[in-house]
């Protein structure tokens, strides 16, 4: 298993500022996730994260936006950047771990206001 | 390609009810299947998955799941509902290893006392 944590846990920040979101694993892990969750929504994934190489984005998500670093098998950081109240939303960091069954694990999340 | 669909956006039930939440899976190979509860203000927490083997797959406080391959179906249950139970479920699916998990849109369970 893997336990995640993130900082913040929530934050309301205004808009046109950037906010960095940490993720913290308690082991290593070779995939790590960034998800966001809309209000009233299922989860929808912003990017693959893997050590020593560029985060992989998905259709809809841009790397000025949002700037992903992994420095190491245990860390990793979202940003969003120039916020509007459209990015108001729960983000999730999740890690794939296990042994040959792979299963996914997810930070609490941090729920982020944008005035 | 893989989806998933899960039939109704909110459940209620009665505490010491049957709970049924379906799910529908389509994939190109044969799939891994999740289910994950997210209470409020929490992140998503794995409740069971099928990967290969026996189709009936029990879970943590109470749940199990059916994998059904005729009906690409994947319905999560339990014979008695709990208030705790209220929560927020996800059906997802993966084609295993190191490939993306695809989620449902979600169901949330309301627990009437």
């Known amino acids: 298993s893997a336990v995640i944590s993130q900082k913040p846990s929530r934050d309301i920040c205004q808009r046109g500022t950037s906010l960095t979101i940490q993720c913290q694993v308690d082991?290593?892990?070779?995939?790590m996730f960034w998800y966001r969750q809309q209000p009233g929504q299922s989860l929808t994934l912003i990017a693959t994260?893997?050590?020593?190489?560029?985060?992989?984005?998905e259709s809809g998500f841009v790397i000025d936006k949002f700037p992903i670093s992994r420095p190491n098998l245990t860390f990793s950081t979202l940003t969003v950047s120039n916020m509007s109240p459209e990015d108001s939303s729960i983000y999730l960091c999740?890690?794939?771990?296990?042994?040959?069954?792979?299963?996914?694990?997810f930070g609490p999340g941090t729920r982020l206001t944008v005035t | 390609a893989q989806s998933v669909t899960q039939l109704g956006s909110h459940v209620s039930v009665s505490e010491g009810a049957l709970v049924l939440l379906r799910c529908n899976y389509s994939?190109?190979?044969?799939?891994?299947l999740f289910w994950y509860v997210q209470y409020p203000n929490q992140g998503l927490q794995l409740l069971l998955k099928?990967?290969?083997?026996?189709?009936l797959v029990k879970g943590i406080n109470g749940f199990e799941a059916e994998f059904k391959k005729s009906e690409t179906s994947f319905h999560l249950t339990k014979p008695s509902a709990h208030m705790s139970d209220a929560a927020e479920y996800f059906c997802?699916?993966?084609?295993?290893?190191?490939?993306?998990?695809?989620f449902g849109t979600g169901t949330k369970l309301q627990v009437i006392p």
């Open positions: 082991s290593q892990v070779t995939m």
């Open positions: 997802a699916v993966s084609s295993g290893g190191y490939q993306k998990v695809t």
């Open positions: 994939s190109s190979v044969p799939p891994y």
């Open positions: 099928y990967t290969t083997g026996a189709t």
């Open positions: 999740s890690v794939l771990s296990g042994t040959g069954i792979y299963e996914q694990y």
């Open positions: 994260a893997n050590q020593g190489s560029e985060a992989t984005y």
